[in-house]
């Protein structure tokens, strides 16, 4: 009988194999086909549960970030948007105005009572809130704040009243300094020194969030809301530096809570967040699959959101919204 090649052996291993039990070890008599029996075993019980898993969650990950209605960003707005609640938010309206040129667009009363604002500074989008009839948090935060002409913002912040926390000093690729203004938010104002006065990928306003456990609110955002990190550095200690993580059109800044070397204490402010979505729902659920304690279920509102509430471990609330129009 003439000896077979081993072509015909490797066929007939894979004949062999392919008429076994799922799982069934087959050991082929030519130890020079061994490499390959191990690579077709595993490719004969594919798909297996962890793969499907593992698809279905990317699948789900894309379909939260494609459109599936008509509009559910509302026109003018980005999918995050940083809503600020302080008891002053009639004079902080007026400082935004006054040291950094924000446009007033509508004023109303808010849900909880009090000052509902919307203003745009630069091309950013920010909801003010609160006053005296309020009965919410605070929720006062920090802010990069991208200009053409860092100095002449810087001067007219500090001239409407912010404390000085950095003079400006030019470091990382931008000339920046940080002001305190007198409702308690952190404004990084800054200038690129690149060809634009913004980084790519920043608009001129981001929220920039200092918690305790930064790659574990990074891991969070990741599973809620299908975030990607932009960039990242983390400190040998395991501690995060600075990140940039986008989140639909938009990017969170954020570190974790430390004190700098200029003496500067970078500490945890718990914020809210408006956050439009594709589906509200969907996002609602998977955040608190995610581990965010529930504020509110999904439901529409006068004003043509569907909306839903949430809170992570940080403290940070999140306002999911899609706009479903009036």
Known sequence: ????????????????????????????????????????????????????????????????????????????????????????????????????????????????????????????????????????????????????????????AVAAGATVQLRLIEDHGDRFGVVQDPFGNDWIISRHLGAKYVPEGLRDVTIYLHPVGAPKLIDFLKEAFAAEEFVRYDSPEGTVLHAKVRIGDSIIEMGDARREPSAMVLQPMPTAIYLYVPDADAVYRRAIAAGAVSLSEPADQPYGDRLAGVQDFCGNRWYIATHIGV
């Open 1 to 156: 009988m003439a000896k077979r090649s081993l072509a015909d052996r490797l066929d007939q291993l894979i004949a062999t194999m392919l008429s076994a039990e799922a799982g069934a070890e087959i050991v082929p008599q030519d130890r020079r086909l061994a490499p390959l029996a191990r690579l077709a075993a595993d490719l004969r019980d594919l798909p297996r549960p962890g793969f499907k898993e593992r698809l279905k969650n990317e699948l789900e990950r894309r379909a939260l970030m494609s459109s599936t209605t008509a509009n559910p960003i509302r026109a003018g707005f980005h999918t995050i948007t940083p809503y600020v609640t302080v008891p002053e938010a009639a004079e902080m309206i007026e400082f935004v105005k006054s040291a950094f040129g924000a446009q007033e667009l509508m004023r109303d009363t808010g849900s909880a009572g009090g000052i509902h604002a919307e203003v745009r500074i630069g091309d950013s989008m920010m909801m003010i809130g609160g006053g005296s009839a309020f009965r919410g948090t605070p929720t006062p935060t920090m802010f990069q704040y991208y200009v053409p002409d860092v100095d002449e913002v810087y001067a007219r």
